[in-house]
Nanobody, 119 residues
Framework: QVQLVESGGGLVQAGGSLRLSCAAS????????MAWYRQAPGKQRELVAS???????NYADSVKGRFTISRDNTKNTMYLQMNDLKPEDTAVYYC?????????????WGQGTQVTVSS
């Protein structure tokens, strides 16, 4: 199994920056694409950004140009650098890791970390 632990969330003013980290442990060789999701109260969970094992990235339109996703396979850690934060970025951010040879419903999830952006 794989365990995912997020860190780096907190309270920040609009226009500020935060860096989230997701540390993976266990059977990390079984991980393929990793991603950050977020969920605000009363809203559906949404994909923020994803990064393949080779480093290919994709972003939601709402965060393009502001957020940068990356991963360090030697450290089994994924990052999300968030700049120019807006109040609408307020949400619980979840680390996600897809499993090789398995569909997305078998993905691993972290416990989430709260990001709050004040206006």
């Amino acid at each position: 199994q794989v365990q995912l632990v997020e860190s780096g969330g907190g309270l920040v003013q609009a226009g500020g920056s935060l860096r989230l980290s997701c540390a993976a442990s266990g059977s990390t060789d079984s991980i393929s694409t990793m991603a950050w999701y977020r969920q605000a109260p009363g809203k559906q969970r949404e994909l923020v950004a994803s990064v393949s094992r080779a480093g290919n990235t994709n972003y939601a339109d709402s965060v393009k140009g502001r957020f940068t996703i990356s991963r360090d396979n030697t450290k089994n850690t994924m990052y999300l650098q968030m700049n120019d934060l807006k109040p609408e970025d307020t949400a619980v951010y979840y680390c996600n890791a897809n499993r090789r040879f398995l569909p997305s419903q078998y993905a691993y999830w972290g416990q989430g970390t709260q990001v709050t952006v004040s206006s």
